[in-house]
Structures are given as structure tokens and as C-alpha cells.
DNA sequence: AGAGAATTGTTACGTTTTTTTCCAATTTGT
DNA sequence: ACAAATTGGAAAAAAACGTAACAATTCTCT
């Protein structure tokens, strides 16, 4: 039975983003774009988990956590952009299970997604894997090492994060823009071409010739993938 | 069998933070916002541990502890706002076994309960070791001392703390925000900067070239970890 | 309680590293 | 072969880090 995350937030862009990626991560999503429509959808609806932003237009955030938490302890991470002065304790004293900053990527929303679910449900595992091993490739999240054929390489941040997310969903495409969605914050609106150019340094790191790849191959007018099987 | 803490504070912010820490070291934790529930549920429940706020509506928290002593010699840690007298408890005159001011941080509730619950059980489980050597740096953990080459390092009790948490997770990559969350107060909401600040001062004590760290490396973008294989 | 010392936190700035942009060369599919 | 798409090199822009100097806070000792 697919998890049904409710999405609060004003700005589309925000909802668009989160909905596209949570709903191919099997989640079922719905949304609400101001406080009265959030609570009435939460009391009309049966979520297990809340996206809840603090600022919001009619009846802001931490009211509608406080309203919900009267009746539920469904989980609740709040957004909050940075600057707000809803600090971390604030949000927190009002039921909120965690929070996060403004703005934010999706890797690290499904990350603390998976923490708070877990935690909630009591029952541990169902972790992501903290080392991935891909033919002579291994990937350990933990310390952000990755070790190809027994030599350590060194990748940047944005680097780690894009072969992350290709070893978590081998096989599929992703097109330049679903990248830019997964791996850089919501509000970046650069240029697709500078996929492309994180592509070629992470192949030329990892692939012994990047003309030929053995990981990560392109998928002419599409995007690119990655597999284990060539 | 999972060892049974209650918690009793009227901050449901401190409640929070610490029923998240101790379920994640494995404890089970129930709470209590006032004194007359807090002996409620002592009564009711069966408690390995008690954490036990002084200030509480309805009973104060001298009361509870004396109401309990006289029925149980579970291991009870008050905890005091600073400035509250607590010198009565110090001397331990209403039974309890220690005590915390507060803000606390979560390193320092884990190391009391730990040593506590060992000192009442005689057992120790899971105990993390008391000294630990890499290379050849030694720290205690018991008088909080560092040895490097056979000389003594001086380190604050932040750098302390910040080393332990380093050498205990070696290896993995912290963030900022979650070293901040780890070593500082609960209710510490400071900058950023500051702990690369710390990092600095720490790495100038124990590194024998801070530029080329032996211990502890930055991981670009992400964070810094501590490491024995360099 | 108060002076002085030590620790901790803040800010600003130079340096290094990463990220992005731009454009030409090459490859790919029809 | 042609057009569209990708790749590669290099320089510009941005971000992250390290350092130092200073401010604030806490601790210590009288």
C-alpha cells in the first residue's frame, strides 16, 4: 500500500518538484497551496505524512501543525526558508518532527523521509544500503568514498550526489531536466547543458574510457542512465 | 530486553529532543509533563531510568524524587535550570544520582546514563571504549585526556567532544548542521562557521600540519570526517 | 561579588576548489 | 550527408574553506 504524502506549500514550483519525485519514488502525493485548504484536505484525506511550509497565505504553517497535532501524530517536517527566524526549536515545540531549510534538494528530502518514516513506524530496517557495489565500483554513502577496482576516487559533491542517485534507479533514464530536479536545489535555474558537463567529469572519473562507457551511458535525445549490465 | 527511561520535563522541546536520542541509542522512553503524572506513570510502569526535571507544575520534581525513594532505588538524574539551587541535590540528600544542568547536550546525557546505568546494574552493555588509540594519539574518554606521541594535548571541552564524536563514527562524514546538533546545546541555533572555526583549533592541536591533516579531512561541499587510514 | 583568564562564538577576507558558462569539435540518427 | 545532439576544453563565476582578529561568554580564583 503506497505511502500518501500531503504537500503544503504556496509556491507551484515547490509542489511541482516534490509531487514529480516523490511520485516516482512510489509515494502517492496531494497538495495544498494555503492553510485552510491544507486542514480541510487533512481532515477530508488520510495521509501519513506532512510536507508542511511555515509561511503560508490564510492560516500559516505552524497553526496547521498545531490543528493537526490535536487529533494526529501523522509525521510532520516543516519547511521553513532560511532567514525565517522559525527557528529549529520553534518549529519543533509545536509538534513538527523535523525541519528543513529553503531551499533544499530531493535527495535530502527523501532522506529525511525515510529517517522520519522509519522512525515512526518502529520497525528499523528498510534502509537504503550504505554501500552499493557495482561490478568492481564501490559506493558507500557514509563516507561519501566511492572505490573503483581497489584505487580511491576523489569525486566532488554534486559529483557523489548525481552517482547516487544513478545507482539508486539503475536502468532508468533521467533527462537532463528530472536531474536537475533530483540533485540541485528546487530553485536553481541553470542551464541543462551543465548536466551534461557534470556527466563528463563523473565518466571521466569512473570510466576507464569515457568514450566508451561500462557506467553511465547516454540516451541519445533522452538523457542518460546507468547500468550494471552492458 | 530494552532498558525503560522516563522522562519528565514540562518543555515538550526537551522531551522531544531527548526521547529521539535515546530510541535511537535503543531505550525505550515514555514522558511525563508534570510531577503528578510523572508518579503516575512511575507507579504504573516499570522504569530502568528516570530523568527528572526540578521545575514541574503541580509536584515539583524534590517531591516526586523523595516519593519515589521510597519505594524504588531506580537510578533517577535531576535535571536543573542553571541557577536553580542545586546544591541540596548535590549532596544527594533526596536520593537522587546525579544531576544536569541545563542546556545539556546529547553526548553528555548519553555518557551520564551510561555511566549510571552501569554503576546500578554492574553490568555494562555496548560500552564504548574507554580509551581509544589511533596512530599514535590516545584519548581517554574516562578523564577526557588526549595523548599524542607521548605528549599531552590540552583540548576544550568542545574540541573534546568534537574529537569524540569524530573517533566514534570514524569514517563517516558529518555535516555542520549534524555536528551542531551532536556536540552543541540543544538549544545552540549559532552559525555555520563556527564549526569550521572549531575544526581549526582542534586540528591545530592535533595535527602536526594542520594544512595536511593526519585525522581529521574535509570532505568538499559536505562536511568533515575523521579517518585512521589516510 | 568582581577581576582576570580561558573558552567559545562572530565576522571579515584571502585562497582554493568547484560549478557554470561558452563555444568549437565531434558524434549520432535519419 | 545533414541536422540535431553530445562531448571536450578552457575560462569566468560562484561557492566553500581556512585563517586571523576580535567580541562575547563562561569559568576561576580570590
Do not use: G, H, N, S
Given at each position: 500500500m503506497?505511502?500518501?504524502i500531503l504537500l503544503?506549500?504556496?509556491?507551484?514550483?515547490?509542489?511541482k518538484g516534490l509531487k514529480y519525485t516523490l511520485e516516482q519514488e512510489g509515494f502517492e502525493t496531494d497538495s495544498a497551496a494555503d492553510g485552510e485548504e491544507a486542514l480541510s484536505k487533512f481532515f477530508s484525506g488520510n495521509y501519513d505524512f506532512i510536507l508542511l511550509d511555515v509561511m503560508l497565505p490564510k492560516l500559516d504553517g505552524i497553526t496547521v501543525c498545531q490543528r493537526i497535532r490535536e487529533h494526529s501524530n501523522v509525521p510532520?517536517?516543516?519547511?521553513?526558508a532560511k532567514g525565517e527566524h522559525i527557528d529549529k526549536i520553534l518549529g519543533l515545540e509545536y509538534g513538527a518532527d523535523d525541519y528543513m531549510t529553503k531551499p533544499f534538494n530531493i535527495l535530502e528530502v527523501?532522506?529525511?523521509i525515510k529517517t522520519i518514516m522509519r522512525r515512526a513506524s518502529g520497525t528499523q530496517p528498510t534502509e537504503a544500503k550504505k554501500v552499493i557495489r557495482v561490478h568492481d565500483m564501490e559506493i558507500n554513502s557514509v563516507n561519501r568514498a566511492v572505490n573503483l577496482g581497489g584505487k580511491d576516487v576523489r569525486?566532488?559533491?554534486?559529483?557523489f550526489d548525481l552517482l547516487q542517485m544513478f545507482v539508486n534507479n539503475r536502468g532508468k533514464v533521467f533527462s537532463r531536466e528530472a536531474m536537475l530536479e533530483t540533485v540541485w536545489k528546487y530553485d536553481y535555474t541553470g542551464d541543462a547543458r551543465t548536466v551534461d558537463v557534470h556527466i563528463r567529469r563523473l565518466r571521466e572519473k569512473i570510466e576507464r574510457n569515457p568514450a566508451?562507457?561500462?557506467f553511465i551511458f547516454t540516451k541519445w535525445g533522452v538523457g542518460y542512465y546507468f547500468t550494471d549490465k552492458d
Open positions: 503506497a505511502k500518501r503544503v506549500d504556496d509556491e507551484p514550483l515547490i509542489i510532520i517536517i516543516m519547511l521553513t527523501k532522506a529525511r569525486l566532488t559533491a554534486k559529483e566508451q562507457p561500462e
